[in-house]
């Protein structure tokens, strides 16, 4: 059963950081591409940032210079470094999984996790 756990989650003022974690079970986990996306009331979800299983990051604009994506292949473990984070970066964070050696597309990720929420706000 493969399973995607996020955390790390959680409220936090203007400029402030957070990180997330998501530990995975059940897939081979450094042979997946990963991804964080996000969900904002009555938006779509959205990609934030990637990583190939080779370890090579992509950002979404809005995050650029301020989200750092990494993994630990070691500890079956993605994570989501969040700095200098703004209101707008409020919203359900998940993690993905994909077979594909890149995936950029909602539905080329095979396996999600729960979310874990994060707020930024005064």
């Known amino acids: 059963q493969v399973q995607l756990v996020e955390s790390g989650g959680g409220l936090v003022q203007p400029g402030g950081s957070l990180r997330l974690s998501c530990t995975s079970s059940g897939i081979i986990f450094e042979i997946y591409s990963l991804g964080w996306y996000r969900q904002a009331p009555g938006k779509q979800r959205e990609l934030v940032a990637r990583?190939?299983?080779?370890?090579?990051?992509n950002y979404a604009d809005s995050v650029k210079g301020r989200f750092t994506i990494s993994r630990d292949n070691a500890k079956s473990t993605l994570f989501l470094q969040m700095n200098s984070l703004k209101p707008e970066d409020t919203a359900v964070y998940y993690c993905a999984g994909s077979s594909r050696f890149i995936a950029t597309r909602l539905y080329e990720y095979d396996y999600w996790g729960q979310g874990t929420q994060v707020t930024v706000s005064s």
């Open positions: 990583i190939t299983s080779g370890g090579r990051p």
